[in-house]
């Protein structure tokens, strides 16, 4: 036989304070920067190794005098990967505009294409250069995976860029 259960009020669980005082330490700190960003006090943002990798290769590209190339991957829009990768390329045409770099964008999908060209006609726009923008540098390869690495390569045997990026899908 069971003994009876009663119940009683409790707040929280008594064995998980820790709970508690992490979640009271990380509100204390929210509150805290947000109080130092209202106030304009100068906050510390560690910048992003990889975003400045990108401008060192566009910058060396450019030194070379080589074109960029920049794969956007084979899946289509719907993709978080191509979605990422359009807002990448949108930088890397931002650099390469401003230093008058040639750009070429192989891609897999007829959307993706139309994407593209709007994002790097939009990033020469921002850059002050949109007499510098080519449309005929963003090229519509094939839908085939093999096909398309192989148009890529072709690509890099005839053009040698400075820089290569791969971003999203790029799996042959």
């Excluded at 990380?26 to 992003?48: D, H, Q, T």
């Excluded at 979605?83 to 890397?92: F, Y």
């Excluded at 650099?95 to 964008?105: H, Q, R």
């Amino acid at each position: 036989m069971s003994s009876v259960v009663t119940s009683r009020a409790q707040w929280f669980h008594t064995g998980r304070i820790n709970i508690l005082v992490a979640l009271v330490l990380l509100s204390f700190f929210v509150l805290w920067f947000i109080r130092k960003a209202k106030r304009g006090e100068e906050l510390y943002i560690r910048p992003i190794a990889g975003l400045e990798a990108v401008d060192d290769a566009v910058g060396r590209a450019t030194e070379m005098g080589r074109p960029i190339m920049y794969v956007p991957g084979i899946m289509d829009m719907d993709n978080i990967q191509t979605i990422a990768s359009m807002i990448i390329l949108g930088r890397v045409a931002r650099k390469a505009a401003s230093y008058e770099t040639p750009l070429l964008v192989p891609c897999c999908r007829s959307i993706v294409m139309s994407a593209a060209q709007e994002t790097v006609k939009e990033a020469y726009l921002d850059a002050g250069r949109p007499d510098a923008y080519d449309a005929d540098k963003i090229r519509y390869l094939t839908d085939d995976q093999f096909g398309y690495a192989a148009g890529v390569d072709g690509i890099m045997l005839r053009e040698k860029p400075g820089a290569i990026f791969y971003m999203g899908c790029f799996y042959a």
